[in-house]
């Protein structure tokens, strides 16, 4: 899977790309993370990528043309699943988002800045738009690094234990068990006994019950029909 993004502060991202489970990703060939400096393409003397606001008000706004020169710079050089914008009033993105995106080939991700790039391009060349959650960052880098590493560790061969991704919080829904490792007693901290046991179906049930609980306690909204413990509102139709 290749993941091209586009961002002003291309300095920013090299950090989170050059550790980790990314880095191992990469060296494995498994993934490919380019990232493009937009101001490359800007505009004049100064490379400009932002201008005023059209009606005035506070704040730049990202021009159409460092944008589009850039995309079709890569798009002459590959096929693109979704060209993805990041965003604070895009979709909220979750585990099943993840998941989709993983399956992708190739992706493009803009990462917005000031007060937000020209609306065309969202309406000509963006085939999503994602928020990381309900507040604003100063730039869309931080959330495209969010997504890029819950997209990556998806990928078949890049985490060491094949199942791990499979048994993380979210992917059947449910939040994960408790997890614990030796000492099995830590000055009177003990271990829950079944785990010690060495039953492989009690094991599995004892994990199974412990989601449920911890998600009915902690994320009611994800149990379908749950009442929300917090305002008392049925979610059901969630
Ligand atoms: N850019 C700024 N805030 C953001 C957010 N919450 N999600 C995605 N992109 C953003």
Same mark, same amino acid.
């Given at each position: ?28 060939? !498994? ?16 490379? *400009?990528?932002?201008?005023? =606001? ?33 965003? &604070?009033?895009?979709?909220?993105? *979750? ?8 399956? /992708? /080939? *190739? ?42 590493? =819950?997209?990556?560790?998806?990928? &078949? $061969? ?6 791990? =991704? ?8 449910? !939040?994960?068990? &408790? ?22 179906? *009690? ?21 379908? $029909?749950?009442?929300? =413990?917090?305002? $008392? ?6």
């Amino acid at each position: 899977m290749r993941i091209d993004i586009i961002t002003v502060l291309p300095g920013l991202l090299e950090g989170p790309f050059s550790h980790s489970i990314l880095k191992r990703a990469e060296d494995k060939g !498994l993934a490919e993370v380019r990232l493009h400096d937009l101001r490359k393409y800007g505009i004049g003397k100064q490379r *400009n990528v932002d201008d005023y =606001a059209f009606g005035g008000g506070a704040g730049m706004v990202m021009m159409i043309e460092p944008i589009i020169n850039c995309m079709t710079d890569l798009k002459s050089q590959r096929q693109y699943d979704e060209v993805i914008y990041m965003t &604070p009033d895009g979709d909220s993105f *979750n585990q099943s988002m993840a998941n989709k995106l993983s399956l /992708k /080939k *190739n992706l493009i991700i803009l990462c917005g800045h000031y007060k937000g790039v020209d609306e065309r391009v969202r309406e000509h060349l963006i085939t999503r738009e994602i928020s990381i959650g309900d507040f604003v960052l100063s730039g869309g880098e931080l959330a495209a690094a969010v997504v890029t590493d =819950a997209i990556i560790r998806l990928l &078949p $061969g890049v985490l060491n234990d094949e199942t791990s =991704a499979l048994t993380d919080s979210f992917q059947d829904g449910l !939040l994960a068990p &408790p997890v614990y490792t030796r000492p099995a007693d830590f000055d009177g901290w003990k271990v829950p006994e079944v785990l010690l046991s060495g039953h492989a179906a *009690n094991i599995e049930s004892w994990r199974f019950e412990q989601s449920v609980r911890r998600t009915r306690e902690r994320r009611p909204d994800l149990i379908a $029909g749950g009442i929300s =413990a917090e305002k $008392g509102d049925n979610i059901e139709e969630r």
